[in-house]
């Protein structure tokens, strides 16, 4: 009787085999890794999906942020999937569970958040999520903390003083003409938010632009499309009307809370500050009782902030959603500076040349 036997791989070919796949495995985990300590300590890439900064950022671009420059945060929500922020790349599941939330931390920058800074932030009013997996905005930071902040018809006053208009600002300007301008108007002006209208056209325009237009001999008259002081807008920070007849163009003055500085809290003042002390300083036991406030069971008369917080705005004047809607930035949704434009793609632009915006590729943000 012949027996048969199987025979066993040999302990060489066993152990190539082995060595090949966790050599991937490995230079995989080390890949994902380091991605994602660059990722979170240093530079990261963001696209640019609305127009509420243009024209100084367009629809199209993509930018590296700097987390350098204000200091990084150390995360706050751990069990996350690596390299992403809200869901799995092409789905609507969350990569992430908040099932563990720890304490965040701000290691050392080189800088702080200043005047005219372009800033990219955690939305502070999204409450569906943990503060580090919020959706990501960008505006840009027109008042830091301890500066008491107003707008006049349009012009930021900061402390008083008229703030140094920064990047390309545009507003709403109504331009009334009897003809009918086509697409290449438009696009030979680079003026990409237009509307018709039964007097002309609404256009978002800087306001040299307007100028270049109100010369055009077919073009009646140009006007700025601003609201007046002392008429209420609705859903403007606030939301007060009886005590702060606020609107878009005409705003403030307001105290932006500084960490470590007191308010009195008062009627007047608790419309203000309310968001920031319930919301955002993190107490365990804060709330509002018959328009009193109440710490840990105590009535407050006076407060005294935890942290710094922001004043932000979308260069787009009069078409973004920004801190006059909806209040403070706090320092802890800060994420960093934007710092560069590494590339730039026309959403209508017609085959690959003439969709790459090539003057704006690697270009500073200002």
């Known amino acids: ?79 996350q999937v690596p390299l992403t922020h809200q869901t799995i790349w092409g789905t609507d599941i969350p990569s992430y569970s908040d099932a563990i939330q720890l304490e965040t931390f701000r290691l050392p920058g080189f800088s702080e958040v200043k005047n005219n800074d372009a800033v990219v932030f955690n939305y502070p009013a999204e409450k569906a999520r943990p503060t580090d997996l919020k959706t990501y905005y960008i505006k840009r930071c027109v008042g830091v903390a301890g500066d008491s902040i107003a707008i006049r018809n349009t012009q930021v006053y900061i402390n008083g003083k008229a703030l140094e208009n920064s990047g390309e600002r545009q507003f709403a300007y109504l331009f009334e003409t009897k003809r009918i301008l086509n697409d290449s108007f438009f696009r030979e002006r680079n003026i990409t938010e237009v509307y018709r209208t039964q007097e002309g056209y609404i256009a978002f325009l800087s306001p040299e632009k307007a100028k270049q237009l109100a010369s055009l001999d077919f073009i009646e008259k140009v006007t700025l499309q601003q609201e007046l002081p002392g008429v209420a807008e609705p859903g403007v920070f606030p939301n007060k009307p009886a005590l702060y007849s606020w609107n878009k163009d005409n705003f403030g003055p307001l105290y932006i809370p500084e960490k470590g500085a007191t308010v009195a809290i008062t009627p007047e003042t608790l419309p203000l500050y309310k968001q920031i002390i319930l919301t955002y300083e993190q107490h365990e036991d804060a709330k509002l009782q018959d328009g009193k406030l109440y710490i840990d069971g105590k009535e407050i008369s006076q407060y005294t902030f935890r942290q710094n917080y922001y004043f932000m705005m979308g260069d787009n004047r009069h078409n973004s959603l920004d801190s006059r809607y909806w209040g403070f930035v706090p320092e802890d949704h800060v994420v960093g500076k934007a710092v560069f434009v590494w590339m730039s793609m026309n959403p209508e632009g017609d085959g690959l040349f003439d969709k790459v915006r090539w003057s704006r590729l690697f270009s500073a943000i200002n």
């Open 1 to 79: 009787m012949k027996l048969t036997f199987r025979k066993k791989k040999s302990a060489t070919t066993a152990s190539a085999t082995k060595s090949v796949a966790r050599e991937w495995g490995d230079a995989i985990m080390f890949a994902v890794v380091f991605a994602s300590i660059i990722r979170w300590a240093t530079f990261e890439a963001y696209a640019i999906p609305t127009s509420s900064m243009e024209k100084s950022l367009l629809v199209g671009d993509y930018l590296f942020v700097s987390k350098l420059h204000y200091g990084s945060r150390t995360p706050g929500t751990p069990l």
